[in-house]
């Protein structure tokens, strides 16, 4: 059996959970803030939040920019649900922008159609690993004075022109998910990088219940809550696994790269295309079908577990009594119909490949 994903684990990963298991602190220890500093010094962002998961994460970026009731947020209807759902969680309209058909992610041109003087912030999605072109999103963002936030759950290792994403050269935050069908896991996890000192105060202090400390206190046990926050803390268990996988972050990307690279020369199906400014470290493989209910099940029977990525969110029934309907996306409404992610991880062997390849051909 053969499933669209799978997380890799190894012997160092174990060790360094077991060594944690072993020490003083469970959560809120040395490891999370290691963690945080290698993605810092991985993606080349200034500062970085690690959370319990990347829903958590783009909630916070919602929270530390002030969105909120009256305020319209972009983002694409081919994601998951929470890219959209952060918006919701601090009463603001989530707003969809349809998507351009070679990548499937949100189109630049989409997004300025739906712009209106209650715009306050942009979530590119990064479909499939592939980085949309923040350039000019941010530029646009700029123009009409929004803020970015990349949902970029499913781009750690990817490069957008020469920095990785996460670096935020051209956004506000970007979020990241360990969630263990993406490329590393911790498990349940997220992190927020950002360049900016007094966003990244606010992600803190959202992270653990609204609560300040300061050295200037005079008693150690002092702290003020000053604001509504909430338990998104990571744990020292989880971030001695994320320390772990992230080391083998770069061999994942050139597997997974090959492996993309072996599909779209031996298929040659339609699938997503890689832009000029692009160097994805590839989370998903889909291919574009017609015939994409029958393929699914008949490659079901044949051991290929695949996956549909994703029922467009504004279709979803909570969205549809916000007054979202079919027919309103019709590019994001025809990529769903057509297409669906094939294996890509990167313990698949030639020998896998091959075999994935025999059964899809069979299936067509
Ligand atoms: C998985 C995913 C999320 C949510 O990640 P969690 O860590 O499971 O909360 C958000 N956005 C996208 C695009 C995702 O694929």
Redesign the pocket.
Known sequence: MYNYGKQFLDEDDYHAVLEVLQSDFLTCGPKVSEFEKKICAYTGAKYCVAVS??????HLAMLALGIGVDDEVITSPI??L??ANCVRFVGANVIFADIEENTANIDINEIKKHITSHTKALIP?H?AGQSCDMEKIYALAQKHNLFVIE?A??AIGSKYKDSYVGSCQYSDMT?F???P??TITTG???AVTTNNEELYQKLLMYRSHGMYKSEQMKNNWEYEMLALGYNYRMTDIQAALGISQLKKLESFKKRRREIVAYYNKTLNLPHLLEKEYSEACFHLYPILLQNRDNFYYKAKEKGLNLQVHYIPVHTQPYYQRLGYKWGDYPKAEAYYQKCISLPLYPTLTDNDLATIIDLVKECL
């Open positions: 998961n990347a829903t958590a994460g783009l994601t998951f929470s890219s999605v479909f949902d759950a499913h979020v998910s360990f969630h069908v993406k349940e996890g997220g």
